[in-house]
Each structure stands twice: as C-alpha cells, then as structure tokens.
C-alpha cells in the first residue's frame, strides 16, 4: 500500500470520527495501523475503539505497545478506557504516581513528554497534564476519597485554566470556602487573550460574588463583570460582520439566575429563568435554579409540570427525582418529599442540595435526630457548603441548645463570610442568651451582607434589631427600625407588638394604644397585646391626674 493511499485512510478515519460512524473508523484504522505499526496510528486506531465503546479492546491495544508508559497520550487513553469500565484503583495505576501539595500544586512530576503531540495544534490544545490531573481527581471522587480529589482538580484547572470540567467540579461539588475559592482564581495563568474567561470563572464562583458586593457595598462589582461580559465587541477578523457578545448565552444567563437566588431576588430570578428555559430547555443547571427559586416562591404548580418533564427525559438523574421532592415539600407533604429526596441521593450521592432537602423534610417535621443526620453527612461530603452547618446550628437553636447553635453557625460563617442568614441566626443566638450587644452586631452586620435592596424576606432581621435596641433602651433607634420593618411588611403582629411596646415604654401611651389596636386587628386574641393595652389604657388614664404614675410596669417581651 503505497503512501498516498494510507494517508487518504487516514482522512477517512478522520472523516469517520466526525460523521460518528464508529465501526468504520474501526476498521479503516485497524488496516493503517497493521501496514503503518506507526505509534499515531496505533493511537488513532485505539481512539475510534474508545469512542465505539469497545473500551477493554482499546485498553487492550494501548497496553500492549511498548510505548504506553512512555508517552502521556498513550497512557491518558488507557487511564480513559479504564475509567468506563469503572476499574478506578487500575487507573490511578495507569496514570502513575503524582505528588500535589496542599494547595493544588504540582510537585516531583516525573512525567515523560509527549511524543506524537500534534505540534500544529498545541496553541488550541488543553494541557495533557492538566487532563491527567482532572482524571486522577475522578478517580479519588470515585473511590469517595473527596479530599483527595479536591486536590487534584485544583492542580488540574492551576495546569491549565481552559479545563474547565476542574473547575465545574469543585463548584458544583461545594469543595471550596470562600477564602479557597478567591485564592484559586487568583494563582490562574490566563493568557492576555483570555481576559473574558477570567471574568467568566469570577461570574461562576457563587461565595465570591457577594463577598465582593459585601467588600464594595454600593457598587456592584458583580453585576459589572456581568455587564463586561455582554458588551458588544467588534469582530476583527471579518470587518462588517455582526458585533461578538455573549450577552445571550445560556451559561451565562444561568449564572446571572443564580447570582439573583443568591441575592434573594426570587422573583427576578424565576423571570430570568423562565426565559432562559423556554430558549433551552434541557439546560439542567439552568433547571436547578428555576426548581429553587420555585420553591422559594410556592410555586407548585411549576414544580409539578418541571418534576414530570424531568422524570421523563431524565429518569436516571437524582436531579429529576429531586424536583419531585420539591414539590412534596412545596405543597407540605413531607414524607412523600422524603422519599425522594432519598431517591435523588441514592442515585447521585454527591448531589449536594437533594441531601440538604432530605434533611430539610425531617426539620419540617421536627425530627431532628433524622434531620442532623441527613446534615452531617452533606457537611461531611461538602465541606465548602456552608448550609450543612447553618441547618444544624438551627435545629440545636430549635432545642435551646444556644452555644453548640452559635459553634455551628460559626462554622458556616468561617466557610462563607457573606451569607446575611448566617448573621441573622448569630444575632438571633445572642439575643436568646441575653447578649444584646452582640445581636445588635450581627444584625447590622446581616443588613450591611444584604447585596440588593431590602425586599420583604429581611422584614424579621429589622424586627429583630428593633427588639435587640429595646432592650438595651435605645428606643429611637428601635421606633425607627420597626417603622422600616412596617415598610417592607404592614401584616406582621410581631412589628406592630414590638412599636407599641416602645412606645409604651417611652411613656408615648396614645401611639402605644394605637399600635396595640393594630396588631389586635391582625390577630384579636393576642394575649400580650391584650394585657398590654390595658395597661397603656389605665396608665394614659392615671397620667391625666398624676403625672408620674406613667412609669411603665416592667414586661419582658420577646
């Protein structure tokens, strides 16, 4: 076979590989790499085994040729194919020994270079060693050595910032603190033509985007970053064609969804949701934030058509089985929302916000034993999500267990410095334990974490720092953060109970009659109102013929 004829094969193959017709990619490169016993035909011929599924036959092949363990493609493959066939102890074999420090860098490699690396395409080609290190940190997520692997990916993504997979991993896996996830995107090597992908990565890491808003306050450096990327850039390589611009891309829009969730703008989010998913809908991190921001606004009839839709594209996914859980929570059937929480986890058990909704049914339900439990065990496989933490801090604050709640809050504080619920249950901590300094700290700290405006979900942190201000006497201050609580609310008896009593103990009893009444309207047989408006009534009589009879008797209110 002369050698115009085995490169026309070798064009076929290609060719082959591209229209996905895989057994004749098999067979033409089977009979170049028996005439040729060239090495890049050997792993041309292993590459169409690979991706025709015969993966024991190309594992097969590449272990055979002397050049496996001298060549990194060679033994990337092999590891590869041993990766389908679930064999992860022989492939971290395969892949050889490899040494990364603490925080994911490279150390020792012994790696040999690549021998047949296509030279024309190395501009365009993601570091072999960056792919090595991203299957090495499968392979320990795998063998559930989490740990482990975290390393590995970090190495992979600090390799070679194009391999993106790495860093999909340890975001979506919640691997990362705050303070890990700010470090990691700092120590990134983009080249200068990869401007918009830093800004991208920055846009993805969820606990950066609002400890930046909570660093800069009223700029919103996230929101900017988001604007720079959907600016319109002219496209220089063909003069008068349309402007480049990634203001409607669907990853990018999600992002933007998630940033709104983690905002506390439900609303909004749900919007840009909708949206997106009418464009695409099979986006399944798109999908994720559309069910959250469902539940968040008791949506059940959305959570009911996502759920089905789900279950019938994708029955195999713990994402279908957990929007089916949803909406058993949502509509307050908790053992049914139980089970498939337990389902989703059973089919994916590093789906981290299925094991947050198990233990979220058990709480409804005041089964705290099941609820720390499920809690625990999502702490335990993701140690850069804070919610584990926050949730088990709540159900001991549930049992008045107030200094192992403020151990666990702290905890989940330590991982994300900028969540404002985190604060609110530190505030609402302090302020049980009488330490109303300390709750009045965290409960500005909380408004000051707010990386949007006020919306109503903040209503109970106003009230909580107005009852905090009363108690250390600083009735102005209370009177005011009670009235931008009745801003944001005018249906909560707390707000209205909390304003009348202040007032009352500013001996203003006319404006405490008053508020009295109010929160009676809302709920008539309120007995603290009840008692109290007797007392604001016979003392507004009193101070009309003694006018220091008008000293309030002393009420502990909370």
């Known amino acids: 076979m002369r050698e115009e004829q085995i490169e026309k094969l070798r064009g076929v193959v290609r060719d082959c590989v591209s229209k996905h017709l895989y057994s004749s990619a098999i067979f033409f490169a089977d009979k170049v790499a028996a005439v040729t016993a060239d090495p890049a035909d050997i792993y041309m011929q292993a590459q169409a085994l690979y991706l025709g599924r015969h993966y024991r036959r190309a594992f097969h092949l590449l272990n055979a040729s002397q050049i496996v363990l001298r060549d990194l493609r060679f033994r990337y493959l092999a590891a590869k194919c041993l990766e389908e066939l679930k064999e992860w102890d022989q492939c971290l074999l395969m892949l050889g020994d490899g040494n990364v420090d603490e925080h994911g860098n490279i150390i020792d490699t012994k790696e040999c270079s690549s021998m047949y690396l296509d030279k024309d395409g190395e501009d365009r080609e993601i570091n072999i060693i960056s792919a090595i290190c991203f299957l090495r940190g499968k392979a320990y997520e795998a063998l559930e050595n989490r740990s482990e692997a975290r390393l590995w990916y970090k190495a992979a993504i600090k390799a070679d910032p194009l391999c993106y997979e790495a860093l999909e991993c340890l975001i979506e896996g919640d691997m990362l603190s705050c303070e890990e996830e700010t470090n990691l995107l700092a120590t990134l090597?983009?080249?200068?033509?990869?401007?918009?992908?830093?800004?991208?990565?920055?846009?993805?890491?969820?606990?950066?985007?609002?400890?930046?808003?909570?660093?800069?306050?009223?700029?919103?450096?996230?929101?900017t970053k988001f604007k720079e990327l959907e600016v319109e850039v002219a496209n220089t390589k063909t003069p008068g064609k349309s402007l480049c611009t990634l203001k409607n891309n669907t990853d990018l829009l999600a992002c933007k969804a998630e940033y709104y969730h983690q905002c506390g703008e439900y609303q909004k989010c749900f919007e840009l949701t909708s949206i997106l998913l009418e464009k695409d809908p099979f986006h399944l991190k798109c999908t994720l934030v559309h069910l959250a921001a469902a539940m968040e606004l008791g949506h059940s009839?959305?959570?009911?058509?996502?759920?089905?839709?789900?279950?019938?594209?994708?029955?195999?996914?713990?994402?279908?089985?957990?929007?089916v859980g949803c909406y058993y929570y949502c509509?307050?059937?908790?053992?049914?929302?139980?089970?498939?929480?337990?389902?989703?986890?059973?089919?994916?058990?590093?789906?981290?916000?299925?094991?947050?909704?198990?233990?979220?049914?058990?709480?409804?339900?005041?089964?705290?034993?099941?609820?720390?439990?499920?809690?625990?065990?999502?702490?335990?496989?993701?140690?850069?999500?804070?919610?584990?933490?926050?949730?088990?801090?709540?159900?001991?604050?549930?049992?008045?267990?107030?200094?192992?709640?403020?151990?666990?809050?702290?905890?989940?504080?330590?991982?994300?410095?900028?969540?404002?619920?985190?604060?609110?249950?530190?505030?609402?901590?302090?302020?049980?334990?009488?330490?109303?300094?300390?709750?009045?700290?965290?409960?500005?700290?909380?408004?000051?974490?707010?990386?949007?405006?006020?919306?109503?979900?903040?209503?109970?942190?106003?009230?909580?720092?107005?009852?905090?201000?009363?108690?250390?006497?600083?009735?102005?201050?209370?009177?005011?953060?009670?009235?931008?609580?009745?801003?944001?609310?005018?249906?909560?008896?707390?707000?209205?109970?909390?304003?009348?009593?202040?007032?009352?103990?500013?001996?203003?009893?006319?404006?405490?009659?008053?508020?009295?009444?109010?929160?009676?309207?809302?709920?008539?047989?309120?007995?603290?109102?009840?008692?109290?408006?007797?007392?604001?009534l016979q003392d507004e009589c009193q101070l009309g013929t003694n006018p220091k009879a008008g000293t309030v008797r002393s009420q502990l209110f909370t």
């Open 189 to 223: 090597q983009f080249s200068p033509k990869d401007g918009w992908l830093s800004s991208f990565y920055s846009c993805l890491v969820k606990k950066i985007n609002m400890w930046l808003n909570f660093q800069y306050e009223k700029e919103n450096v996230v929101e």
């Open 331 to 536: 509509i307050k059937k908790y053992d049914q929302s139980r089970r498939y929480f337990s389902k989703a986890t059973s089919l994916d058990g590093t789906f981290a916000p299925a094991w947050i909704g198990y233990g979220n049914a058990y709480a409804a339900q005041e089964e705290g034993d099941q609820a720390m439990s499920a809690y625990r065990t999502a702490a335990r496989l993701f140690p850069g999500c804070h919610l584990p933490s926050l949730y088990i801090g709540m159900e001991y604050m549930r049992t008045h267990s107030f200094k192992l709640a403020e151990q666990f809050f702290m905890q989940a504080q330590a991982i994300c410095h900028s969540d404002p619920l985190v604060y609110n249950e530190l505030g609402v901590v302090a302020y049980h334990m009488k330490e109303y300094k300390n709750a009045v700290w965290w409960f500005e700290n909380t408004l000051a974490n707010v990386p949007s405006s006020l919306s109503e979900m903040w209503e109970p942190t106003l009230v909580n720092l107005a009852h905090a201000l009363r108690k250390l006497k600083r009735y102005i201050e209370a009177i005011a953060y009670y009235e931008k609580a009745l801003a944001l609310s005018t249906r909560s008896l707390s707000t209205y109970a909390g304003l009348a009593y202040t007032y009352h103990l500013q001996d203003n009893f006319t404006a405490a009659i008053t508020h009295y009444h109010k929160a009676l309207w809302i709920k008539s047989d309120d007995q603290f109102c009840t008692e109290m408006l007797t007392l604001a």
């Open 301 to 323: 009839n959305e959570l009911y058509l996502m759920s089905c839709n789900l279950v019938k594209d994708y029955p195999q996914k713990a994402l279908s089985w957990f929007a």
